[in-house]
């Protein structure tokens, strides 16, 4: 089961993490929720910032909003809080009938205290920075002392505290503590203080839940030692004050990741040293057993990193859930590969109009054709948003994406080593093409190829593919698809046999239940299923059938 669920009992009404043999459902009001979330730029924390904020929403159809709540404005002087912005903010989502993911913007954002009181950051002998190997003093807080440590616990669990008073409603569902915690320019803190905790053995349950035998930092973990000691103590950081505010008010809570690149990881300090990177989820688990989830930001525009990241991310200990992702063109198809994996939600970053952009890591300029994809897909999934999370709780799913990137002719795709744009010339039909073992069938999903007959692929220009397939039963898939074609054919268990859609329908759940629309035959189904302008949902009856 997810970690912090063991010990926070809650009412089944209260939001909550719930798992069934290594799959996850986060559920809102006793139902289960797939998130279908848009997450606002940095700085859109003001009651003045929300009417840009709100007409992205809803343009998108999303149902949840991400957005900050900074320390430094529920806290300016220290011991006196001011909670208005969170009730603005409550208040509006409620009329917008959308519900809300809170984050925590408090001793880490981004490595640095930038969201802490001036009372924090001007401090530094009460609130120590991290300290270089050279003895150089870095932006970023030390985790290794207590009195960073209880000044943001004592105003994460205000913050709890009121959510509990003003929120019965359980408009806020779900909250990051912190943001991208973990330090750039060091591997760990060198301080003197620092180096007295790293001279100790390590913790016995680190040892325990790792599996190795006592010793120094150094002795147990080699050159790993620095990063992992930074990790741990940074973990251990966040899971207290995770749950003191648990104790106040038990929301799921998780935390986001500055990613290092899978295949070209450079060294810690180059990425975010300390942060639950993929080389360090293990250490996090032990370090943090209140923290519900660990959450990837996805800006790897590639197809080959962005998915390899969520198979990363998607364990038996881990619910996928995308907590940020890039708002640009390529990303948006990834939505599939997220849900395939059973993910919690999606959640773009930057959908607001505060006229902000944070190109190249998103999209360039903020506009309907930057709005439109995620809102095609939004719009399908919102109509069964409950349904989906219930079906990807019990169910095998799958998801495709559009595995050949697409560049314009005058720039590269940024951020994107792990695409090879060498052989692009040379792409062939089974570059586009790719198959799936169900069990008895085998799917198939192709991009960019005519409507009618078996016409190789040749991809869409730009790559904008995708497909999700979920097992109803032995021979009955639900099938939403976007820009792609989905065929069936047997798997080797029923290799001779003669087969065919039995019946394909198109329809959408209510209530829990499937409503019939129409089938789907004639050009719609005899080449396989064609999706082309915008998503469908089909329930898929294959069968076989006897010549003899
Ligand atoms: C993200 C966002 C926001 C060479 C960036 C991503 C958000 C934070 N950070 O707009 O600041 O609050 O979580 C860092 C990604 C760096 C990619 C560098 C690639």
């Known amino acids: 089961s997810v970690s912090g669920m063991a010990s926070a009992k809650v009412d089944d009404d209260f939001p909550q993490i719930i798992s069934n043999n290594g799959r996850y459902a986060l559920l809102v009001d006793s139902k289960p929720y797939l998130l279908l979330a848009a997450q606002t730029n940095n700085s859109a924390n003001y009651p003045a910032a929300l009417p840009d904020v709100w007409p992205v929403v809803e343009q998108m159809h999303a149902n949840t909003l991400v957005i900050p709540v900074a320390w430094e404005q529920v806290e300016p002087d220290e011991g006196k809080f001011d909670f208005s912005f969170v009730d603005t903010l409550i208040a509006q989502a409620r009329e917008k009938q959308v519900r809300l993911v809170l984050l925590w913007f408090a001793t880490w954002k981004n490595n640095a205290p930038h969201y802490a009181p001036?009372?924090?950051?001007?401090?530094?002998?009460?609130?120590?920075?991290?300290?270089?190997?050279?003895?150089?003093?870095?932006?970023?807080?030390?985790?290794?002392?207590?009195?960073?440590?209880?000044?943001?616990?004592?105003?994460?669990?205000?913050?709890?505290?009121?959510?509990?008073?003003?929120?019965?409603?359980?408009?806020?569902?779900?909250?990051?503590?912190?943001?991208?915690?973990?330090?750039?320019?060091?591997?760990?803190?060198?301080?003197?203080?620092?180096?007295?905790?790293?001279?100790?053995?390590?913790?016995?349950?680190?040892?325990?839940?790792?599996?190795?035998?006592?010793?120094?930092?150094?002795?147990?973990?080699?050159?790993?030692?620095?990063?992992?000691?930074?990790?741990?103590?940074?973990?251990?950081?966040?899971?207290?004050?995770?749950?003191?505010?648990?104790?106040?008010?038990?929301?799921?809570?998780?935390?986001?990741?500055?990613?290092?690149?899978?295949?070209?990881?450079?060294?810690p300090g180059q990425y975010s040293s300390g942060g639950a990177t993929d080389n360090v989820i293990h250490i996090w688990k032990s370090a943090a057993p209140n923290i519900d989830l660990i959450a990837p930001d996805i800006y790897f525009r590639d197809h080959k990193t962005a998915t390899r990241v969520m198979e990363l991310y998607t364990r038996n200990d881990n619910p996928l859930y995308i907590a940020e992702i890039g708002n640009d063109q390529p990303y948006v198809r990834y939505f599939f590969d997220a849900i395939g994996h059973g993910a919690l939600g999606f959640a773009p970053f930057g959908m607001d109009n505060t006229k902000y952009s944070n190109y190249p890591l998103g999209a360039e300029t903020m506009d309907e054709k930057v709005i439109k994809p995620f809102a095609d897909l939004y719009r399908v999934f919102g109509a069964m948003d409950s349904e989906w999370a219930e079906i990807s709780l019990n169910n095998r799913t799958w998801g495709f994406s559009e595995p050949v990137d697409t560049y314009s002719p005058d720039k590269e795709l940024w951020n994107a080593k792990g695409s090879d744009q060498e052989v692009k010339e040379q792409r062939g039909p089974e570059d586009f093409t790719q198959r799936q073992d169900l069990g008895d069938w085998t799917a198939e999903i192709t991009y960019g190829r005519p409507a009618f007959w078996i016409d190789p692929p040749k991809g869409n220009n730009p790559a904008s593919g995708g497909a999700v397939i979920a097992e109803l039963s032995r021979d009955e898939f639900l099938v939403v698809g976007y820009h792609a074609r989905v065929s069936f054919s047997p798997s080797k268990e029923l290799q001779d046999e003669q087969f065919t859609f039995e019946r394909v329908e198109e329809g959408h759940f209510e209530n829990g239940e499937w409503v019939f629309e129409r089938v789907w035959n004639g050009d719609q189904t005899d080449w396989g299923l064609n999706f082309i302008y915008r998503p469908h949902v089909l329930k898929v009856k294959l069968a076989t059938y006897k010549t003899n």
Request: charged share 30%.
């Open 118 to 267: 001036a009372w924090v950051k001007l401090d530094n002998q009460r609130f120590p920075r991290v300290k270089t190997r050279d003895g150089k003093t870095l932006n970023s807080l030390s985790p290794h002392h207590r009195s960073t440590l209880e000044a943001d616990k004592k105003a994460f669990v205000q913050l709890m505290r009121h959510l509990k008073k003003v929120d019965r409603q359980k408009t806020v569902i779900m909250v990051q503590v912190q943001n991208e915690v973990g330090t750039y320019g060091s591997a760990r803190d060198y301080s003197a203080h620092a180096e007295e905790i790293f001279q100790q053995a390590v913790p016995q349950k680190l040892l325990a839940d790792v599996g190795k035998k006592s010793g120094s930092w150094s002795e147990v973990f080699g050159k790993d030692a620095d990063e992992f000691f930074h990790a741990w103590h940074i973990g251990r950081f966040v899971d207290e004050i995770t749950e003191a505010g648990k104790r106040e008010y038990p929301l799921p809570m998780y935390v986001n990741v500055a990613l290092r690149n899978p295949y070209h990881p450079g060294e």
